[in-house]
């Protein structure tokens, strides 16, 4: 972690011009400036001669030259064998600073707290002291004083992004989870929003600190608003953990984690192979056990022949379901009824999956108006055939009208993030 020097506020002496002026502006100021009497002397005054050293060392930081800067603050304080208060404070603070800024971390640590102990410098200064040992502790992974220094710097005014930064995560790094949540609630509260990068440690807290609510909520914001897709394997798995999950709802997961390619497990294309079988969909079946036998997963080790029989059977049915659909379709009852009206999307959802999208989506549209008994369900599954077929606009439409469901709600809104989110 690179801890930037800030030049413009390398001194406290309103007498000593150490930041911004060149030489010359310098010169020129001192000529014109009336000689200070003792009663008239800034608490925070040096030595002409010390000034001079101190000004060369921030003009050699000004050209990049940070090393051999630090070398003239080293010469300034040998040449002086009893530095006054405000002499050692400059002195020590302009070494830690450039310390840091050459990566020497202890040794910076050290002179910005020795500058801190005599205590003879602004505020301004101070706080300057303080923010850059909050950044240099945290750097060392002493993440308590990190905490200590940053709280301090804040308690005396500052308002330094970074040093807000140390202290969030300085407490997240002690596993002071319940602390952090209320550090970036409040950043949050106070700034009107968090950078993707807080927002992340903010779902980390919660998911750490067992707030699954505010997790679930945080992580799908953002896969959803910030296409942070690392959140699709974690989200999937606590859909099935959802109270009040039914078996019978797990073909719709599977085929979302088809479609995001995060099926990684021979029994994940078995299963959902027999789910789509035992949904009357065998063409479907066949195609997620084709994609199982192409990756390498299946038809593999002590069960490939089993695997085989059940692909070989699952063929057969795919081809004895084309030759009926047709038929199927031409008789496709009314849907006054729960039966009837399951019979019709049954078969709409069969043609779909056989590539006669057109007359397929006409009879799941026309069992959504029946008794189904499962209407939630039927409308995910009409959304994710309008999505195959291309009439995404319309897809989404039926995904955001489940958003709200308590029971399908996320899936259907996983659903619809899976149409611009995809798998990293």
Same mark, same amino acid.
């Given at each position: ?8 506020? %390398?001194?406290a ?16 100021? &001192? ?5 200070a ?11 002409p001669?010390? &000034?001079?050293?101190?000004?060369q ?18 010469? !300034?304080?040998a ?8 002499e ?7 070494? @830690? %600073? ?10 910076g640590?050290?002179?910005?707290? &020795?500058?801190? &102990? ?11 002291? #303080? #923010? ?12 308590? /004083?990190?905490?200590?220094?940053a ?19 300085a407490?997240? %790094?002690?596993?002071?989870y319940?602390?952090?949540v ?8 106070a ?7 807080d927002?992340?440690?903010?779902a ?9 609510a ?10 959803v ?29 599977y085929?979302?984690?088809?479609? %995001? ?10 299963v ?18 084709d ?11 002590s069960? !490939? +022949?089993?695997?085989?029989?059940f ?8 081809a004895?379901?084309?030759a ?5 379709? /031409?008789?496709?009852?009314a ?12 078969? @709409?959802? +069969? ?17 959504? @108006? ?17 999505q195959?077929?291309?009439r995404? +606009? #319309? +897809?989404?439409?039926?995904f ?8 399908l ?16």
């Amino acid at each position: 972690m690179k801890l930037p020097l800030f030049a413009t506020q %390398l001194c406290a002496a309103a007498a000593l011009t150490l930041t911004l002026a060149s030489p010359a502006a310098r010169a020129q100021a &001192a000529a014109a400036a009336p000689p200070a009497s003792a009663a008239s002397a800034s608490p925070y005054a040096v030595r002409p001669d010390l &000034a001079t050293k101190l000004n060369q060392a921030v003009d050699l930081f000004r050209a990049g030259k940070a090393a051999e800067a630090k070398v003239v603050i080293d010469q !300034a304080q040998a040449a002086i064998a009893a530095p006054q208060p405000a002499e050692a404070t400059v002195l020590n603070r302009l070494r @830690g %600073l450039l310390a840091l800024q050459v990566d020497q971390v202890p040794e910076g640590i050290k002179s910005l707290e &020795a500058a801190l &102990a005599v205590n003879v410098q602004s505020p301004q200064d101070q706080l300057l002291c #303080e #923010e850059s040992l909050a950044r240099a502790q945290f750097s060392l992974k002493n993440y308590p /004083a990190a905490v200590t220094w940053a709280r301090k710097a804040q308690a005396n005014g500052s308002k330094s992004a970074p040093v807000q930064a140390v202290l969030v995560r300085a407490t997240y %790094l002690q596993n002071d989870y319940a602390g952090t949540v209320k550090l970036l609630e409040a950043q949050q509260r106070a700034e009107g929003k968090l950078n993707v990068d807080d927002l992340r440690l903010l779902a980390s807290s919660y998911g750490l600190g067992k707030d699954d609510a505010n997790y679930l909520r945080m992580a799908e914001r953002l896969l959803v608003d910030h296409g942070r897709s690392e959140y699709w394997a974690d989200l999937l798995s606590r859909v099935q953990r959802q109270a009040g999950w039914q078996p019978r709802w797990d073909i719709d997961l599977y085929r979302l984690r088809l479609q %995001l390619d995060l099926m990684d497990e021979a029994d994940d294309y078995l299963v959902l192979a027999d789910l789509a079988a035992k949904a009357g969909l065998p063409a479907e079946a066949q195609k997620v056990l084709d994609t199982g036998f192409a990756k390498g997963l299946l038809g593999k080790g002590s069960q !490939a +022949a089993e695997q085989q029989k059940f692909r070989a059977a699952i063929t057969k049915q795919a081809a004895d379901d084309r030759a009926s659909l047709s038929a199927a379709a /031409a008789r496709a009852p009314a849907v006054a009824d729960a039966r009837a009206a399951t019979n019709t999307f049954n078969t @709409g959802a +069969a043609l779909v999956s056989v590539g006669q999208a057109e007359r397929g989506l006409e009879l799941m549209k026309a069992a959504l @108006g029946g008794p189904l008994p499962d209407p939630a369900q039927a409308r995910l599954q009409y959304a994710q055939a309008l999505q195959r077929a291309g009439r995404t +606009a #319309e +897809a989404t439409e039926q995904f955001k009208a489940l958003a709200g469901n308590e029971s399908l709600g996320l899936l259907a809104r996983l659903w619809q993030a899976a149409l611009t989110v995809k798998k990293s």
